[in-house]
T-cell receptor, first 115, second 115 residues
Framework: EAGVAQSPRYKIIEKRQSVAFWCNPI?????LYWYQQILGQGPKLLIQ????????DSQLPKDRFSAERLKGVDSTLKIQPAKLEDSAVYLC?????????????FGPGTRLTVL | AQSVTQLGSHVSVSEGALVLLRCNYS??????LFWYVQYPNQGLQLLLK??????LVKGINGFEAEFKKSETSFHLTKPSAHMSDAAEYFC?????????????FGKGTMLLVSP
């Protein structure tokens, strides 16, 4: 079974530029998550999709971050414009149902450096 | 709001020694609890999870954790450390009475294993 795929793996940009990350979840998984992991910290949930609808985006900085999950499959996360403090690893995860103690399966992440 | 506290940002053990990684949760009702492992430049992988079925939970790679409600703890143990166990370990909590599964992670504990 293929895992969660993410691209690119690494990205370096200047502040105020825009950047986009892509995620393809495990086939058949209804729920997709985007996390931000700053160095030395645990992952922080940015947004959670159930199929193609948003169920939690309370920690997403909506003035600069946006995400979509068209057709309930793959997803993109965009930052525009980027700030220095956005330097982090962006992790995508998926889970079968998003209910109860559902196991989340993580992709390898995209490491973003903002200069 | 639920949270977890991981005591010790770094834990060092010798190969063959007992591994003990500490996690305490804060929640008004017992939550679901998870331990994930992250190897360098990789995503997170589930080690084990507490779903209220049994207080002693066995996971992959010889790890286990015991849920103790009186101590609000879910410490991770392994009887004998291997060099391959060197990684970062994250404890996470998810509310048991919520419709959707949302993880809140601790800050992580880096496990260092010496020969």
């Amino acid at each position: 079974e293929a895992g969660v795929a993410q691209s690119p793996r690494y990205k370096i940009i200047e502040k105020r530029q825009s950047v986009a990350f892509w995620c393809n979840p495990i086939s058949g998984h209804a729920t997709l998550y985007w996390y931000q992991q700053i160095l030395g910290q645990g992952p922080k949930l940015l947004i959670q999709f159930q199929n193609n609808g948003v169920v939690d985006d309370s920690q997403l900085p909506k003035d600069r971050f946006s995400a979509e999950r068209l057709k309930g499959v793959d997803s993109t996360l965009k930052i525009q414009p980027a700030k220095l403090e956005d330097s982090a690893v962006y992790l995508c995860a998926s889970s079968p149902t998003g209910q109860g103690p559902d196991t989340q399966y993580f992709g390898p992440g995209t490491r973003l450096t903002v200069l | 709001a639920q949270s977890v506290t991981q005591l010790g940002s770094h834990v060092s053990v010798s190969e063959g020694a007992l591994v003990l990684l500490r996690c305490n949760y804060s929640s008004s009702v017992p939550p679901y609890l998870f331990w994930y492992v992250q190897y360098p430049n990789q995503g997170l992988q589930l080690l084990l999870k507490y779903t209220s079925a049994a207080t002693l939970v066995k996971g992959i790679n010889g790890f286990e954790a015991e849920f103790k409600k009186s101590e609000t703890s879910f410490h991770l143990t392994k009887p004998s450390a291997h060099m391959s166990d060197a990684a970062e370990y994250f404890c996470a909590v998810s509310p048991m009475n919520s419709g959707y599964s949302t993880l809140t992670f601790g800050k992580g504990t880096m496990l260092l294993v010496s020969p």
